[in-house]
């Protein structure tokens, strides 16, 4: 199936190569992080993760919202996402990839990744996090590669792949919990430490994975003869608007206890991200836009006019999307180390460096992301001409 | 197996002293040939790490620092600056890039969770010290996928500065802030005249903190900042009821950093 990835129009090679040249330009970035250290990045000993490690943990979201294809369609024989749910695996391909990527170039000894194989240490949530990404990965290619070659030879997708489809859905819900539970275990960490975190991150994981998703089908549509078809879209939207409302319903939970109980170690960080501590607040206009886009997405998804109507649609899918991202991409992370243990406010922001490196990972997911919709798109063509 | 060489040799008490006694070779050095002899004829080398006699050993290291004796930033000084100086600590303009291992701060930012505004002025604008508390349930421990940092038998919580892969969570995990990041080459913030060749100097990428002078119990040496102190840090076996910081900790009421969260410092303030 790989040949559908090397025949495409001068549209589709001009973007792999534009891709290709911010890859190469994120890459060479990379190799002056890997001579200098990550000091060329803005992070600090207050605030130890930055921008790296908040899209990983973000794209581990969207990568587990690839499952609210797949679940439909497998646990409720939902027939209609039987069309789209090879367009879900991808998505999650690409992403885990990205997820993988972002861990790597944020080690201060990248060489010695394979340490943690060599001495496992099933205490840290870091060797969980490594398993279960791994085996997603594993899981979505073995599924996606397999599912659309039987599509191809117009068979039904071999009988001992029904197994590790049905493992792919609690898989996808255990990726985003371990990955919470990277921050929620860590004593100290006030915006971290509440129950709520793993329920958090998966719903705003089931808002904007599926939100990407409707966006990219539309421009699938656009672009290949392959519909992915008006009802899946709007079930898809409806899974997003379920979703975004408890991801704020959840975040408004934690807003309540922290509030009511007054406790500063809990109260600081959300001060901080929404009106600034001790004079510094570089955050809160952004923290204020995720909570209006958030808003926005929810109106526009739950009013049924609004939410049918697909240009309307695509406004309120980047709404989710620009939401939960800066949510999670921007405030989740720093706003974490800030202020720090000992009540200090060290601020933190990417610098240049930082986001060209970030860039090119994205690069680098969006063009597996390519090759893998035009292999796809490519089958669907073939099958219905 | 997996248990190398190096790892074994950073256990056993008493090696700072074999580099000493070998003269010439710098310890860093020793860890190299120990490494490189022990691949070549495998256990034969092990039996040549002897432990020092001279190692000072206990159950449970502990430290009480009398915070009534040290007063002033000047008074700390001292042992902030002969820490840093031979543990090779580097010093950098870029306050992003700052390492420390030992420092001082007000009482409102070492005990956060206990901030009063009535607090009286004795205890309101002094300096406190601060260091790796050596928890007995340590968070970074626990989080550190690749055991780079890990407890001693005697309680100190040790780093392994060549597993470390510096995926920095053990740095979110610490509640205390005690942990430092190499950003860039620790070399360059060093004088090269002024490095101590007693102790390694670090590679960029990797995670460094207060490790209670384990090369000097070793040999027999008290932690560096406590010899500095003229007598207001006690060091000692928190669980020999005749030990001197047991004996403060009779005497004198103490609290510890954070002690909500669990983790048992290992370091009591008298305040």
Redesign the interface.
């Known amino acids: 199936m790989l040949e559908l990835a090397v025949k495409g129009t001068k549209r589709y090679w001009s973007w792999v190569v534009l891709l290709l040249i911010i890859i190469g330009i994120g890459f060479s970035t990379y190799l002056m992080q890997l001579k200098?250290?990550?000091?060329i990045?803005?992070?600090?000993?207050?605030v130890?993760?930055g921008f790296y490690i908040a899209q990983f943990t973000f794209l581990v979201g969207v990568a587990a919202g690839g499952v609210m294809v797949v679940l439909p369609y497998y646990l409720h024989h939902y027939k209609a996402f039987g069309r789209i749910t090879i367009l879900g695996e991808f998505l999650a391909i690409a992403s885990v990839t990205m997820c993988l990527l972002f861990?790597i170039v944020?080690?201060?000894?990248?060489m010695?990744?394979l340490?943690?194989i060599?001495?496992a240490?099933p205490?840290?949530?870091?060797?969980w996090d490594?398993i279960v990404l791994n085996g997603y990965l594993f899981l979505n290619i073995l599924i996606g590669w397999n599912v659309l070659e039987a599509e191809r030879n117009n068979v039904p997708p071999p009988k001992w792949l029904k197994p590790f489809t049905y493992i792919s859905i609690p898989w996808a819900i255990g990726i985003h919990t371990v990955t919470a539970y990277?921050?929620c275990g860590?004593?100290?960490?006030g915006f971290w430490l509440t129950a709520i975190l793993a329920p958090r991150f998966l719903a705003s994981a089931f808002a904007a994975g599926p939100a990407l998703l409707i966006i990219l089908c539309l421009i699938v549509r656009k672009l290949t003869k392959f519909d992915p078809g008006k009802e899946q879209i709007q079930s898809l939207a409806k899974i997003v608007a379920y979703a975004i409302t408890i991801n704020v319903f959840f975040f408004l939970c934690e807003v309540f206890v922290v509030f009511y109980s007054r406790i500063?170690?809990h109260m600081d960080h959300i001060n901080y991200l929404f009106y600034g501590l001790h004079g510094k607040g570089a955050l809160v206009p952004w923290m204020w836009a995720s909570i209006v886009l958030m808003v926005i997405g929810i109106i526009l998804l739950i009013v049924p006019t609004t939410r049918r109507n697909e240009a309307v649609l695509i406004v309120a899918c980047i709404a989710v999307f620009a939401g939960t991202w800066i949510d999670k991409g921007l405030g989740m992370i720093s706003g974490?180390?800030v202020p720090?243990?000992?009540?200090?406010v060290?601020e933190y922001a990417p610098t240049g460096p930082e986001l060209v490196i970030t860039l090119g990972v994205y690069g680098i997911g969006f063009l597996v992301l390519t090759l893998l919709f035009k292999m796809a798109t490519g089958v669907k063509e073939e099958v219905s001409a | 197996m997996m248990e190398n060489a190096r790892r074994k040799f950073l256990k056993v008490a008493g090696i700072s002293a074999l580099g000493l006694s070998l003269g010439t070779k710098s310890v860093l050095n020793v860890f190299a040939s120990a490494d490189e002899s022990a691949d070549r004829r495998g256990k034969k080398t092990a039996a040549e790490i002897t432990e020092n006699k001279k190692a000072l050993k206990a159950k449970h290291w502990g430290m009480v620092i009398d915070t009534r004796r040290l007063r002033t930033v000047g008074d700390l000084k001292p042992l902030i600056d002969v820490c840093h100086k031979i543990h090779n600590v580097p010093k950098f303009e870029n306050s992003l890039h700052e390492i420390k291992w030992i420092w001082e701060d007000e009482y409102k930012h070492v005990f956060p969770t206990m901030e009063s505004e009535y607090l009286a002025d004795s205890i309101k604008h002094i300096p406190f010290l601060l260091l790796c508390n050596q928890c007995q349930n340590p968070p970074c421990v626990r989080a550190c996928p690749t055991k780079a940092t890990f407890q001693r038998e005697d309680g100190i919580v040790m780093m392994d500065f060549h597993r470390c892969i510096g995926c920095r969570f053990c740095m979110a995990a610490c509640p205390y802030g005690s942990r430092s990041f190499n950003f860039v080459d620790p070399r360059t913030g060093l004088d090269e005249s002024g490095i101590f060749n007693e102790f390694p100097t670090r590679m960029k990428g990797v995670v460094e903190k207060c490790n209670f002078c384990a090369e000097r119990l070793d040999v027999g040496k008290m932690p560096a900042c406590v010899e500095a102190s003229n007598g207001a840090i006690a060091f000692g076996d928190l669980e020999d009821p005749e030990s001197d910081v047991r004996k403060l900790l009779k005497e004198n009421f103490t609290i510890r950093r954070k002690q909500e969260l669990g983790t048992e410092p290992s370091v009591y303030y008298i305040v």
């Open positions: 200098t250290g990550l000091g990045t803005g992070m600090s000993r207050d130890s993760w861990i944020d080690l201060g000894q990248p010695r990744a340490n943690v060599f001495y240490t205490t840290s949530v870091l060797f490594m990277l921050y860590l004593p100290g960490r500063p170690e974490g180390f720090n243990p000992l009540h200090h060290t």
